[in-house]
C-alpha cells in the first residue's frame, strides 16, 4: 500500500472529526424501552444509537378546583389521585428510570487519541523534526450480552418503580377515604347535637311554663338553662371539628382552604364482616408482597450481568502514523484485552447471588407484616361491627324507650327534672355512639380493602 502524505494526513484528521461530530442521537421512532428489553436476546437485537425516551406528563391537573356545594367520595378519590405531590413525585421516578434504561443500553462511545512522540529530545530529535504523530479510534467492544443484561436489570428498575407508586397511590386513597369518612361522621355528630339542642329548649320551655304557674321549683329552670347551654356548646365544638375535618381531606389535594361545603352520603347500616381466613387469600395483591416477584427479577437480572463481567472486553484501535522527517504516513492498529490475573468479579456475583436469596426472605417479611395488618384490621372491623349491632339492635331502642317514658312521666309529674335531663343525655350519648361506631367500621373496612385491593363485598 502506498504511504501517506502530510497533506493526506491533515485530510483524516478532519474526516474522523467529522465523522465523529456526525454520531449523535438519533430517532428509531417509536422503539419502547420496555419491548426492546422483553424482546432483545443478545447485544445485536439492541438498536445501535440511542434512542429517545417519552416523558409522559405527570396524571395531574393544575390549579385550584371551583368550590362546591357538595363533594362526593369518588370526586375526593380523584382530587387526591390527580393532585397528590407524592403521586406525581413517584410518576416522575418512573420517568427518570426510563431514562435510565436508555442509557444502560447504549454501545461505549469510541475514543479519538493523538499521540506525539520522539520530540523535545536531545541531538536530532531536540525538535519536532523526527516526531511521530499518531491519530487513531479507539473502541471498546463488550463481550457476554452486557448491553442486553444492563437493559434487562435497568427496566426490572423501572418496574420497581411501578409498584412502588402504586404502593403511594393506594396510601393516598386510604388517607381520602378515611378522611371522607371523618368528615361524614361529623356532620352525623353535627345533627345530632343539633337534635340535642332543640330537644333541650323544648324541655326548657315546658319547665318554665310550669314554673310560672308554680308547679315546679325555678331550680329546675336553672338545670334545664345548664343542659341546654352545653348542648350548645357541644354543637360549636363539632363545628370546630367539621371544619378542621373538611380542611384536612381538602389539604390531601393540595389545597389552602376547604373548597367544599359538605360531602354527601351517609355513613352505613351494614355490619357484614367475611372471615379472616377469606380476606387473607387476597393478600397477594397487596404492592407490597406483588412487587416482590419484580424484585426477585431485578436482582437475578443484576446476577446475571455480574456474571458477564467476568467476560473479557476487548479494545481495538485503528489510526494513521505519519513521520516528520521523512513526510511518510502508515496505518496503526492495536488490540487489548484485561488479563484475569487479580480481579475476576467473583465478590460481586456472589454479592448479587445472596441478593437474590435475600430478595426471597424480604418477601417472605413483607407476607409477614401485610398479614398481620390485616388481622389487626380485621379485629377493628369485627369491634366495630360487634358495636353497631349491639347500638343499634339493643341500646338505642332501650334508650329511645327509657327517654319517652321519663319524658311522659315527667309530664304526669311521676318523674322529676333530673331523670328527664339523664334519659335525654344517655340518649344523645348513645347516638353519637352509633355514629362513632359506624365511622370505625367504614375506616377499618377501607383499610381492610386497601390491604387486599378490593371491596369486601367481592370476598
Avoid at 407490597?288 to 450481568?305: P, Y
Wanted: aromatic residues 6%.
Amino acid at each position: 500500500m502506498p504511504g501517506l502524505s502530510g497533506r493526506s494526513i491533515r485530510l483524516w484528521a478532519v474526516v474522523l472529526a467529522l465523522g465523529l461530530s456526525g454520531c449523535e442521537t438519533r430517532p428509531l421512532g417509536s422503539i419502547e424501552t420496555e419491548a426492546i428489553a422483553k424482546t432483545a436476546e443478545t447485544d445485536r437485537d439492541l438498536p445501535r444509537r440511542e434512542w429517545p425516551v417519552v416523558i409522559e406528563t405527570p396524571p395531574a391537573s393544575h390549579g385550584p378546583h371551583a368550590q362546591v356545594e357538595t363533594l362526593t367520595l369518588r370526586e375526593a378519590v380523584g382530587r387526591v389521585i390527580n393532585h397528590s405531590p407524592a403521586i406525581k413525585a413517584a410518576f416522575t421516578e418512573i420517568q427518570a428510570r426510563r431514562g435510565e434504561e436508555l442509557q444502560a443500553s447504549v454501545k461505549p462511545n469510541p475514543d479519538v487519541k493523538l499521540d506525539v512522540e520522539d520530540f523535545l529530545g536531545a541531538d536530532t530529535r531536540s525538535g519536532f523534526e523526527a516526531s511521530q504523530e499518531t491519530l487513531s479510534i479507539v473502541q471498546l467492544f463488550e463481550f457476554g450480552d452486557k448491553r442486553v443484561k444492563r437493559l434487562r436489570a435497568a427496566s426490572m428498575d423501572t418496574s420497581i418503580a411501578g409498584w412502588e407508586m402504586e404502593t403511594i397511590r393506594v396510601r393516598e386513597m386510604l388517607q381520602a377515604v378515611q378522611a371522607y369518612v371523618e368528615v361524614l361522621a361529623a356532620q352525623e355528630r353535627l345533627d345530632v347535637l343539633r337534635k340535642s339542642v332543640s330537644l333541650g329548649e323544648k324541655v326548657k320551655a315546658a319547665v318554665d311554663k310550669r314554673v310560672k304557674i308554680g308547679s315546679t321549683s325555678a331550680i329546675e329552670l336553672d338545670r334545664a338553662n345548664v343542659t341546654l347551654t352545653r348542648a350548645r356548646s357541644a354543637v360549636v365544638g363539632e363545628e370546630t371539628r367539621l371544619s378542621g375535618n373538611r380542611l384536612r381531606l381538602a389539604a390531601l389535594w393540595g389545597a389552602r382552604y376547604a373548597d367544599f361545603t359538605r360531602v354527601s352520603g351517609k355513613l352505613g347500616n351494614g355490619t357484614d364482616v367475611p372471615s379472616t381466613e377469606r380476606v387473607l387469600a387476597y393478600t397477594d395483591g397487596n404492592p407490597l408482597i406483588a412487587r416482590w416477584s419484580d424484585e426477585i427479577g431485578r436482582r437475578a437480572a443484576q446476577l446475571d450481568l455480574e456474571a458477564a463481567k467476568s467476560v473479557r472486553d476487548f479494545t481495538v484501535g485503528g489510526g494513521v502514523r505519519r513521520y516528520e522527517d521523512t513526510d511518510e504516513a502508515a496505518f496503526v492498529v492495536s488490540v487489548s484485552t484485561p488479563l484475569k490475573i487479580f480481579d475476576t468479579n467473583a465478590g460481586a456475583i456472589t454479592a448479587a447471588e445472596q441478593r437474590v436469596v435475600k430478595a426471597e426472605h424480604d418477601r417472605e417479611a413483607a407476607r409477614v407484616s401485610v398479614t398481620g395488618s390485616v388481622a389487626e384490621a380485621m379485629t377493628n372491623l369485627r369491634v366495630a361491627a360487634a358495636q353497631v349491632r349491639s347500638l343499634q339492635r339493643e341500646v338505642l331502642p332501650a334508650a329511645e324507650s327509657s327517654y319517652e317514658k321519663t319524658q311522659a312521666g315527667y309530664e304526669q309529674a311521676r318523674f322529676d327534672l333530673l331523670n328527664v335531663l339523664d334519659a335525654q343525655r344517655t340518649l344523645f350519648e348513645v347516638r353519637l355512639e352509633l355514629v362513632n361506631a359506624k365511622a370505625d367500621f367504614e375506616k377499618a373496612k377501607a383499610q381492610v380493602e386497601a390491604l387486599v385491593g378490593r371491596p369486601l363485598s367481592e370476598i
